[in-house]
């Protein structure tokens, strides 16, 4: 439970995602050594070889989880940025938290942002909206006196 706490709050998930964080902190255990194998990896001794690691991601990065042409129009973006929360299982893609609709994504066809975790977008969500204001107020700034525009 402490790699499964610390896990989340590094991260910077929502309590209601305790049971995801749990369920992949028990994954990763499972995929690496163990002190009763000497140090061998579980599924090497079951298997009789070696373990791709390749597929493994940051929990908790940003991702683009691409949206199918018949849940878009041709104006929308064909991606949605999501946080990935849990790898796949059987092949069926790994879940993803659209925070925006705050629902769960299942998919396969993705782009990682691993450098960026779910803290860091929501920091990112928060200052755009004050730094979006703030382009727009120096865009449009208006003269004190209006009749200094139209010279007559």
């Known amino acids: 439970m402490e790699r499964a706490r610390c896990t989340r709050l590094h991260v910077g998930l929502p309590l209601q995602f305790c049971v995801v964080v749990v369920d ?14 000497d ?11 070696k373990v791709n690691y390749s597929f493994l991601k940051t929990f908790g990065c940003e991702a683009f989880v691409h949206i199918n042409k018949e849940n878009k ?5 064909k991606s949605k940025k999501c946080t990935f929360i849990r790898y796949g299982v059987n092949d069926f893609g790994c879940c ?3 925070y925006e609709k705050h629902k769960i994504i299942r998919s396969r066809d993705v782009i990682f942002n691993e450098k960026v975790l779910y803290k ?4 990112e969500k928060e200052n755009k909206e004050y730094t979006v204001l703030d382009e727009i107020t120096k865009k449009v700034m208006v003269p004190k006196n209006h009749n200094d525009q139209h010279p007559d």
């Not at 499972?30 to 194998?37: A, D, F, R, V």
């Not at 860091?120 to 920091?123: A, F, G, S, T, V």
């Open 96 to 98: 993803f938290y659209d």
């Open 73 to 77: 129009t041709k104006l929308e973006a």
């Open 120 to 123: 860091d977008q929501l920091q």
């Open 39 to 49: 140090g061998g990896i579980l599924e090497e001794a079951c298997t009789s070889e």
């Open 24 to 37: 992949v902190v028990v994954y990763l255990i499972n995929k690496g050594p163990s002190s009763s194998l």
